[in-house]
Structure formats: C-alpha cells, structure tokens
C-alpha cells in the first residue's frame, strides 16, 4: 500500500493546486498564514454537504490519545494505528484518507465540538434548528415552516440581479435551509428527468401549448399562497432545466467521480458552478448516518463515500479554475453519544465537528473539543455555537448581513483569508 | 431513526463505491494529462461559458417574464367574484340509509345541521371523495351528487356494505410478483385506483405516513406486505390495539431497531419515535421518559429469517423486568404498559387528532376543531372511524379554508387522474410516476414519513407533474385511437373543477383555441387535456 506521502505526491490535489508539496505535516496552520492576503474572488459560492441522521464525531475526529474515549467506546473504538493523524491528539477516520491532503495544505478548517443550548435529541428537531437557525427554548421542540437560513441569505440579495438559478439543490425535495417563496431554489433530482417534455407529434401546438401553461402559472387565482409557490416552482423549473441541461450537455469533468450518488450529486454542482454565473448556494445530501448499530463497518462506508466525492469534486472545481470561489461547509443534526449501545452502535448525541474546505479557508483546528469526561447526562457539552460557523460564511465568505439571517450576534471565526 | 435516503431511493443499503485510492490516483494521472492542456481547456471553457446563457422561454404576450414575482398575466375575467357560482343542481336527496347516522358528540353542529360552506353539493361531494377516497370517474361523481353527501359519506366510512369483488378479482389477474419490489407499489397502486372503498386505503396511506416504515431497510418485501396490511385493516379500528400491533410488527421491529433493544444496554430508537412521531410530539416527555421506556421494551425482538417469514419474539431473557419511571408513573412496565401510560395523556388525543385533521381537511386547525374531535376520540375509546366519521361532518371541513387548498400528494395526483380518465389498466405505467415526484411507497425518505403539503412542490416535481400530464394526454390518444374524441373543454371542467366557472383556466383556454386556430384539432384536443392536468389548478386538491 501506498504510504500517505506518496500518495500525496501523486494525488489531483497536489497537481492542480501548483504549490509546493508540504514539508511539514501536518501545517494546516502554517499554510493559513501565508494566506491573509490573496485577492479577494469576484463570486463566492457555498456548497453545503449535509450529513444526515447525526454523524458520529468522536469517530470522524478521533482523539485517539484519550483514554476516557477507549472506555466509552470499547470495541466501536479506532486505534491509534488506524487514524491519520491530525496532531498529537486528534486524528481522522481512516476512511477520510481522500480529504487528508486538503488538511495538508490548509484547506481545510474543523470547527470542533458544535451545537447549541438544550440540544434536542430528536432528528426532525435538531434539524430544523439548523435548517432555520432558531434558538430552542429548552423546553419543547418547536418545528415550523418559514425560510431556511440559506433561503433568508437569498432573498437580501438584489432580486433585480439574482438570476434564474441562485441555488441548487440536489435531492427529490427541497432542503429547508434554502425554502424560500419569494427566490427561485432549483431541486434536481436526477438529470434525466430535470426537463419538460413536449407534444412531439405537434410541434407547433405544443409550443403555444407551453406558452398557455407558463403564462397560467403567472396568473393568480384566488390563491395568494398557492399562486407565489406553484408559479414560483413552475418558474424555477423552467428556467433551471434549461440551464442545467445545457451545462450537463456542455461540460467535461476534470477527474474521474467515484461512482456513487453523492458523487454524483456534487457532479451537477460542478457544471452549475462552471456554467451559472448566478450560482450562490448547492446544497447535497448523504443519508444513513444514524448508526444505532453496526457503526464500525456502516460509518466506514459512509465516511469513504463522503471524503472521495469532495476530494473528487474539489480537484475538478480546481481544475476548472473555481477552486477560489468555492467554500464546502458540512454539517449534521448531532453528534453520537460517547458511550456505544449493546447493538455496535452508538444513540443520539450533541455535539459533533463542522468541515470547511477552500481555498480560502484557512486550515487548521476551531474551537474547542468537547470533554469526555465532563459530560451532560451521557452527552457531550457543545463549545461552539453551530450559529458562529453560519456567522462566518455568512458574513466573511458571502458578505452578508449575518445578525439579521440569524436573528441575533455571533461571533464569525476567523477562518476565512479574504474580506475580514 | 434510520438511513434517509432522500436523495436516491434506489440507493442499495451499503454498497457505494470500493474504489479508494486506486481511484484517485487515476484521477490524479487523468488530471496529469488535463493539466498539460490546462490553458487551453480553460479557454474553451470560457468560450463555451459565453454562449451559456439562460435562455428565457417566451412568455404569453401581455406582459413580459417577470421573474421571480408572478405577475396577472390574461386580463382578468369581469364575471365571476371571488365566491363559487353554484351552478343549477338540485338540493341534495336525503335518503334513508341502512345504518343510523350515529352522532357521537352533542356539541358541535354537524354540517347537516349548519351548512355555512358556500359549496354547491357537487363541490362538497367531490372534495369529500377527493379527501376521503382517490377521487371518481364522471359517473362515481354524478351518482355521488345524487344520493347527497350524507349517503356519500356513509358508504366511505361504513365501507364494509360496499362489495368490493371486483377488486379481488382485479388484483387476481395482476398477475403480481412480490418478489420485486416493484411490484408491492403496483399492488397497493391497483387497490388505491379501483377499489369501491377507498377510505381504508387512504387511512393506510395516512398511517403508513406516520406508523412508517421503509424497504431500504428492512429488506423484506413480506414483512412489509405484514405492514400494510396491519395498516389497512386495523387503521380504522383502536389507536390503542394499533400501536401495540404496530410495536410486534416484523418490518418495524427492523426498522426502529427494536430487535437489537436488549436489557444490557438499551436500543432507545423505537421509544423515542413512539413519542416523538407516533403518539406526543416533543416536548410532552423528557429524555428520562425515552430511556424508561426504552427499557419496557426491550427483549421485543424477531424470529425467523429474511424472506422466509420473519415473526415477533418476546425474548424474556432480554427483557428488563425492574421498576420503570414513565410519563409520572412507576411499576415493572412492558411495551404494552408503555401504549397505555402514553394514551392517558390528554397530548395523545389531540396529537392524533390533528394529524387526522391536517391529513384529511388544512395545516393549523383551529383550537376548537381538536378540542371536539379529542372528545369524540376519547369518548369511542380510541377508535379512528369515529374520529373520520366525525371530521367528515364538520361544517369546518367543507370550508374556503379547506376546499381545494391541499396541494395534492403525488399518489393522489396520479391515483385520482387515473379515476378521472376512467384508464382500465394493469397499473405497470403508473406505478412508478408517484417516486419521480417524491413519494416512493415502501420507502419513505426517513421515520417522519412524507413532509407532505407545500414540501411536494418543488422546480423537480413541478416538472414531473407536467410530464405526467403529458403522459396521460399521449395514452388517452392511444386509448381512444385517432379520430375519436378525447373529453372537450366543457366535459374537462365540469369533471376536474367541479363544474365551477375558473376564469383564469377560462382564460388560458381561450388565448390557447385563438393561437392555435387551423391546427389539427385531435392535436388541439390533446393539449387541452393537458393544459388541464398539468395547470396549477389540478395540482390543489
């Protein structure tokens, strides 16, 4: 087997990147600060790849030197030998291997132990506190409809210049973080059928047949609700089929995907980055993440599909010049409980690592790690608010006006090299 | 919870992609190669890139693409106000009818009683048929309107006097292979599209919504058959009996995990969706609460092997048999102790109720509206038809607020358009419409069920519906064969709205015969028919 340096040489990321091979490892931080002052990039897009179902943080980032980790973990555990190292302390998940060299050159920033007060143990819950940035009350999980954070970020924007197809999201339904009436959000579920078909026998009818439909989408109809979400669905899909159609026709990725769907996924964001200038938002989706047994070989599985579909798309981004565009941000409703159940697996948890990667990120460990031993009934304590991360993109990576998206102050972290 | 498999729902369990190094560093010596020609790749890139513009379909002439406001596009009709015009049909025949029409709670007037809805009795008949059934064919509609709404009624709830045979006969020569599973959506697809009772297959639909579980993981096509038919045939019944039915059932025994809930150190998945999603909502239990119950249950397990009958096993030495603290109340509980302590809060009634509700009439109901169908719930002890019964006579259930203001699920759309068009069919076309817009039966995207309302509509189903229009408007041609006539513009709207004047549809319709006036008229015929089915209006249900 390869060793990791090796790899490394020969890896896409050391070739499209043009810099030199990292001398010292790992230096995330040190590459961070030859960093403060790259030009700023004329657009900024945000990928968000959501792991779902509550990735298990302590075994994404392991601390393997911890002994109180090896006791509440017993045989769900990773041994020291199997990490790759971060520092003397933490460690990756073997499987992350692909994103590994990304670390090493300071592009990517972890934001340890991320959360919030009263956790909600509850999928549904959890995420909808993400999804629209609430503040739970600690009291009684209240889930809502209403804009998504991202969707609140979109409509600030200009609507006079927002263009057909700000957002993309990959997945048959739409991600609440980006639900929003009043800005087009393009949900592509699989390419194939992303298109409207026609009357093939009637060509001519056909077209006026569109014309008719497209203009009844427009008129209201007793309805103020139904009208602005039917007519703004229609009006995305028009307009994002054609778009993306001709980017899919048009566009030749760089490297070879790994074959699988969040691949996949990443893949159509690629050609929308390349191809619509309007692009702002992606969003993508991996599922199966709520490991309540079998986690050893099923968190393997996953974290193999994550960290090659990023590496992946990364390199083809980067090959296609749009590698300082573009920050990748992760996240997860919650992370596991410390303590594994009787069924190899491990229960709902707290707190858990966010990942950014770019080019403009600057590389290294955020936050604080949350404690094993000082523990909230089983559970981890959150150091981080999830909200200080949102605050960052938000307000050092697109320019937003991040208190009024998330209905409050915090504090951005200073992990973005551009625009502080 | 389990896997959510939102994104790809044919994702097989646990087999992505083997390739790990091997894989990059191919990619890596591709992009060696790629990286030579960079620039140039570039450059072309950017060609490309300047002719990629988005290009704006043209929009009808009055006003121009207004993105992304709609803006009134045909010019307004003067006619028809804001409220329906009751077309000229006569009053609704009170029959006698076989059983007594059992009135279970004095209060609240029923909408026999106090009529305020604004609705022509054909309107009140087709939405109770929508809502309650999968919608009717022109002729399950004109003799809906003539034995009135009461008898209407009656016949959904009381389903069991409606001979059905015709049904059994059908799914007999489906000629159903439950191997596949394929197949198992063809199957409840063909009972929900030409069934003569249709409410027992739409409370399944409800409860396999929220009772949910998903092929993905539990990999049983039998187990899963189990289920459904649990939820067909004792989702009317008890609440109390379901959920303690629901608890031994093989699929969800796999699916929440209750299987692997053992003494030594519980499994709490099950428990805490028990409370969560079937019963409480957050909020009205505490953490303490999941765990307590979590150890009720266990030793609740499985026993036999996938595909050869898997059946529930209380494995007693796995069971916790100490002192449990539940929702205020102490003792040596089991699961079943669990359904009953949960079914005492008065959070119980009113959760179910409102997801009854919201299923069946509009999101948000008023306070009052479950304060009465609570009691009615209480009083029957539990049982679901009297609820049904109960919320199909609420005057509130035939209101503005709730006529035609649900977006209709993709089983529905495609399910009521079938009734509609009258296709006599083995069902294989139609079977997998309903997942491309979002709703595969058997698997649904996570323990929670299908969002449902406004969360069916996005830019990708938006297309499908289309597509799905344009389908059927092509195999009702075929069906009809060429030169005979597919339903004309008036049969159209008096079938798919009701009969009630829609000016904006009005409007479309007259630009479109305009613009396209010396056109082939079966070509003219068949875009009618899809400019129905594909338009806003026939998305509302």
Known sequence: ?420 | MTPSQENHTDQSAGSPSSITRRQLIKGATALGLSAAVLGPLLAACTRVENTMTVTPVPTFPPTPAATPIPAPTFAPRPSPTATFQPTATPAPVSQPTATPFPTPVPKAATIFEADTSNLTDRQKVSHVLRRAGFGYSKSDLDRAESIGLKATINELVDFESVDDSALTKRIGDAGLDFELRSELRRWWFLRMAYTKRPLPEKIALFWHGILTSGLTKVGDNYAMIDQNNLLKDRGMGSYNELLKEIGRDPAMLIWLDSRLNKKKAPNENYARELMELFTLSPGYYTEEDVRESARAFTGWGTKGQKDKGIHFLFRTGQHDNGTKVFLGEEGNFDGDDVVDIILRQPQAARFITTKLWEFFAYTDPEPRIIDHLSEVFITSDYVIRDVVRALLQMPDFYSQKAYRTQIKSPIDLVVQTVRAMGFDDNGKRFTRVPDAMGQTLFDPPDVAGWPGGEAWINSSSMLQRANFANSVALWMSQINSEGVSLPDRDELMNLLLDGVPDPAMEAALDYFEAETKGEDSFGIQRAILYLFLAGPALQRG
Do not use: C
């Open chain 1, 1 to 420: 087997m390869l060793s990791r340096r090796s790899f490394l040489k020969k890896s896409a990321l050391a070739l499209v990147a043009g810099a030199t091979i990292p001398s010292v490892f790992p230096r995330g931080v040190a590459v961070a600060a030859e960093r403060g002052s790259l030009a700023p990039s004329p657009r900024r897009i945000l990928i968000i790849v959501q792991l779902k179902g509550g990735n298990d943080g302590l075994n994404t980032i392991v601390p393997y030197t911890d002994d109180s980790y090896y006791d509440l973990r017993g045989d769900l555990a990773l041994t020291p030998d199997q990490v790759i190292p971060l520092n003397d302390e933490l460690g990756f998940h073997p499987n992350l291997s692909a994103i590994a060299p990304l670390w090493d050159f300071g592009n990517l920033a972890i934001v340890q132990g991320t959360g919030y007060p009263y956790p909600s143990y509850s999928h549904f819950v959890a995420m909808d506190y993400w999804e629209r940035s609430r503040t739970p009350d600690g009291v009684k999980g209240l889930i809502g409809s209403g804009s998504g954070w991202l969707g609140k970020y979109l409509e600030q924007l200009d609507p006079t210049t927002i263009g057909a197809v700000p957002a993309m999201n990959i997945g048959s339904k739409l991600a609440p973080e980006l639900a929003s009436r009043k800005v087009p959000i393009s949900t592509v579920r699989s390419l194939n059928n992303y298109q409207l078909q026609k009357d093939r026998r009637y060509r001519a009818i056909s077209e006026t047949r569109l014309d008719t439909l497209h203009a009844l989408y427009k008129t209201p109809n007793n309805n103020p609700d139904m009208d602005q979400l039917l007519g703004g669905a229609f009006q995305a899909a028009l307009d994002g089929s054609i778009a993306v159609q001709e980017a899919h026709a048009a566009y030749t990725p760089a490297v070879t995907y790994p074959d699988t769907n969040l691949a996949e996924d990443l893949l159509l964001l690629a050609e929308g980055i390349h191809f619509n200038q309007d692009l702002k938002v992606g969003h993508v989706a991996i599922g199966g993440f709520d490991t309540h047994a079998n986690q050893l070989a099923e968190h393997g599985v996953l974290l193999l599909e994550f960290s090659e579909a990023v590496a992946a798309f990364w390199a083809d981004i980067a090959a296609h010049g749009h590698q300082d565009e573009v920050v990748i941000m992760t996240w997860s409703e919650f992370g596991r409980r410390p303590d594994s159940n009787a069924s190899g697996g491990t229960d709902h948890g707290s707190a858990g690592p966010i990942f950014l990667f770019g080019n403009q990120v600057i590389g290294g460990l955020y936050g604080e790690p949350a404690s094993l031993t000082n523990l909230d009934k089983k559970n981890l304590k959150f150091t981080t608010d999830f909200r200080s991360v949102y605050a960052t993109v938000l307000e050092k990576w697109l320019g937003a006006p991040a208190d009024d998206i998330l209905h409050g102050r915090f504090e951005p972290i200073p992990l973005i090299a551009t625009n502080t």
